[in-house]
T-cell receptor
Framework: GENVEQHPSTLSVQEGDSAVIKCTYS??????FPWYKQELGKRPQLIID???NVGEKKDQRIAVTLNKTAKHFSLHITETQPEDSAVYFC???????????WGAGTKLIIKP | ETGVTQTPRHLVMGMTNKKSLKCEQH?????MYWYKQSAKKPLELMFV???????ENNSVPSRFSPECPNSSHLFLHLHTLQPEDSALYLC?????????????FGDGTRLSIL
């Protein structure tokens, strides 16, 4: 079946450094790739998304890149800050159904 | 202020109790979802409703029974739960009829089974 693999499961970076989280999807028909941030005790919130007709999208300190050939997409956070500490989830979906296929999540820890 | 409201926020129940979780969305969406989130596990999709019709049931035990009376409301009826059902239950909504849409989540119900 369709699946999304997400790595790493935990990522610890020094404040101010960059963080990169990577996801690989299996369904070549996938065309929508959102990223969600879930802070401790809170709901997942959409932070950025990208569609398959675009290779890269930026929003201030966060960016997402998509490589359709390799079926990879990545989240990049620059100049990390303590408030970036959270669990980040990637997901994908295609035209076959309304579901989002979720990655297992990455716990990002920002060290002061 | 979230457009998806879940009640109650916390629920403690015995294995023989019957309770219901409620979700309401004010975003004009037509698709609604129930997810289970256990500690150190990914989000598990349980049920999907699109325009009040159930379109997905991911092998969820019958002790969980969903109900979607209209596009704005979603319930999860609970009966004879097991300790392993203790988790955070999240409701989400998205635009129905359009695939590849972001989902908007509620704050969840933290369920503890004694």
């Amino acid at each position: 079946g369709e699946n999304v693999e997400q790595h790493p499961s935990t990522l610890s970076v020094q404040e101010g450094d960059s963080a990169v989280i990577k996801c690989t999807y299996s369904d070549s028909a996938s065309n929508y790739f959102p990223w969600y941030k879930q802070e401790l005790g809170k709901r997942p919130q959409l932070i950025i998304d990208i569609r398959s007709n675009v290779g890269e999208k930026k929003d201030q300190r966060i960016a997402v890149t998509l490589n359709k050939t390799a079926k990879h997409f990545s989240l990049h956070i620059t100049e990390t800050q303590p408030e970036d500490s959270a669990v980040y989830f990637c997901a994908s979906s295609g035209d076959s159904n309304y579901q989002l296929i979720w990655g297992a999540g990455t716990k990002l820890i920002i060290k002061p | 202020e979230t457009g998806v409201t879940q009640t109650p926020r916390h629920l403690v129940m015995g294995m023989t109790n019957k309770k219901s979780l409620k979700c309401e969305q004010h975003l004009g969406h037509n698709a609604m979802y129930w997810y289970k989130q256990s500690a150190k596990k990914p989000l598990e999709l349980m049920f999907v409703y699109n325009f009040k019709e159930q379109t997905e049931n991911n092998s969820v035990p019958s002790r969980f029974s969903p109900e979607c009376p209209n596009s704005s409301h979603l319930f999860l009826h609970l009966h004879t739960l097991q300790p392993e059902d203790s988790a955070l239950y999240l409701c989400a909504s998205s635009h129905g009829g359009r695939k590849g849409q972001p989902q908007h989540f509620g704050d969840g119900t933290r369920l503890s089974i004694l």
